[in-house]
């Protein structure tokens, strides 16, 4: 591992922030302009392995060419004089969602439906923008993401949300390096055609933004399978649990679209991340709001906003200026709880009271209200079906067998009896 201090290329290392099986990170300053990036360093082993660097130098070539602000950018790609290869990207200084989903449950809280359609919309909009990258011909390049997942979803303590890590992204005219057999991605969050190698498109990528938009509205995992046989045909052919069947107060709207992002049929999908971005947002203007940046902030700070403040410590006051650390600091100490935008945990059964009371007091007058409780979702997508349940078997009622036997016995008995009275 590189020490502080030291300089990697045109960078000078502040502090390690994370290591993975194919990388390092850190936290890095250039030199001459001082600004602030996260250096992700390939590891000594593997300069040499021509594979893992096909990997990163793909990673390089399509997140350099994307430009927006729900992307964490990709500055450049670069190598030190001992040969060390290295990508300088935005430092999101905050956590990634799945950091955040996992505190929350610890806490027992999970996020609000509408910052969970908030942050799925902004998503959408960053991955429509790798989408639709085009080469100096003005063709498309056919950029698929291929791992979306709460991973790889990058909230900053500002309320930002960002898109990363396109190492395993399909682009046209890039390596092909996927061999016949070999799955890449995390598979419980694939569409079926993606675990079939069925020709995936970017609704498969939209189909993983459905898988998430899903957990954070549950606060728990599509498939609770965790690997092996069962998961794979969990994936295969998906039957989705309603999440209003999980908590109650799920807004119809936000269900139906989610639900349409999960259909098997890629057909039955938004036909691009804009269209699930702008269905979202469609959505969200009923709650009364289109931006919940102040609550992820708020939620991020109220929850690992200390933690934050622990890591930036040892850097010099300039850095911590430029995280903006200042203002997390005040944050933190106004934030006595968070109550807005995370929810607590309730029982299935209470969240669906609370929900039924609050249908029937803004339906109106028992008289007015419609006869149908059926939903049409924003846009041109009908909601699927729920998925088939069996019935519901009751316990057999247990018959009483000592008494039964008594009664054989008796009737036996009385049987013999009535023989031999009778010679």
């Known amino acids: ?194 675990l079939m190698s069925d020709n995936p498109d970017r609704r498969s990528d939209v189909f993983a933004l459905g898988v998430v938009l899903w957990e954070l509205l549950t606060q728990r995992r599509l498939w609770q399978e965790s690997e092996g046989p069962a998961l794979l045909q969990k994936v295969a052919d998906p039957q989705i649990q309603r999440p209003s069947e999980v908590y109650g107060d799920v807004p119809i709207p936000l269900e139906a679209i989610c639900l349409n992002a999960l259909s098997k049929e890629r057909e039955g999908r938004p036909r691009s991340a804009m269209a699930l971005a702008e269905e979202l947002e469609d959505a969200m203007r009923t709650s009364g709001t289109t931006d919940h940046r102040a609550s992820v902030a708020t939620l991020l700070r109220g929850t690992l906003g200390q933690e934050l403040i622990g890591f930036a410590k040892p850097l010099d006051e300039e850095t911590q200026k430029k995280l903006g650390l200042p203002e997390l600091h005040a944050s933190v100490k106004a934030i006595a709880t968070v109550s807005q935008p995370a929810q607590p945990i309730r029982s299935q059964r209470a969240s669906q009271r609370a929900s039924q009371r609050a249908a029937r007091r803004s339906a109106g007058p028992a008289s007015q209200r419609p006869r149908s409780n059926a939903s049409i979702a924003p846009g041109n997508h009908a909601a699927p079906p729920a998925p088939h349940e069996d019935p519901i078997k009751l316990p057999g009622r247990k018959l009483p067998w000592g008494w039964i036997a008594a009664a054989l016995i008796s009737v036996i008995a009385l049987g013999l009896g009535m023989v031999w009275l009778v010679k």
Not at 18 to 26: N, S
Not at 80 to 102: I, K, N, P, T
Not at 114 to 137: C, F, N, P, Y
Request: hydrophobic fraction near 45%.
């Open 1 to 194: 591992m590189l020490q502080t201090g030291e300089i990697l290329g045109e960078y000078r290392i502040l502090k390690p922030v994370a290591g993975g099986g194919m990388a390092f990170v850190y936290v890095g300053e250039h030199v001459e302009t001082k600004k602030i990036a996260a250096l992700k360093v390939v590891r000594d082993g593997l300069a040499k392995d021509w594979q893992a660097m096909r990997l990163f130098i793909d990673e390089a070539l399509i997140s350099v060419l994307i430009d927006h602000p729900n992307v964490a950018r990709v500055f450049e790609l670069g190598s030190s004089d001992s040969g060390q290869y290295f990508l300088a990207m935005e430092f999101v200084f905050g956590c990634a969602l799945s950091e955040l989903l996992v505190r929350l449950g610890r806490r027992g809280q999970r996020f609000d439906p509408w910052v969970s359609a908030w942050i799925i919309s902004q998503v959408a909009r960053g991955l429509h923008a790798a989408h639709e990258l085009r080469g100096d011909d003005g063709a498309l390049l056919g950029v698929l993401h291929r791992d979306i997942s709460p991973q790889n979803i990058l909230l900053s303590h500002h309320g930002e949300v960002k898109l990363s890590d396109f190492g395993i992204a399909k682009a046209d005219g890039r390596s092909k390096r996927t061999v016949a057999g070999e799955i890449r991605g995390k598979i419980r969050y694939m569409a079926p055609e993606q």
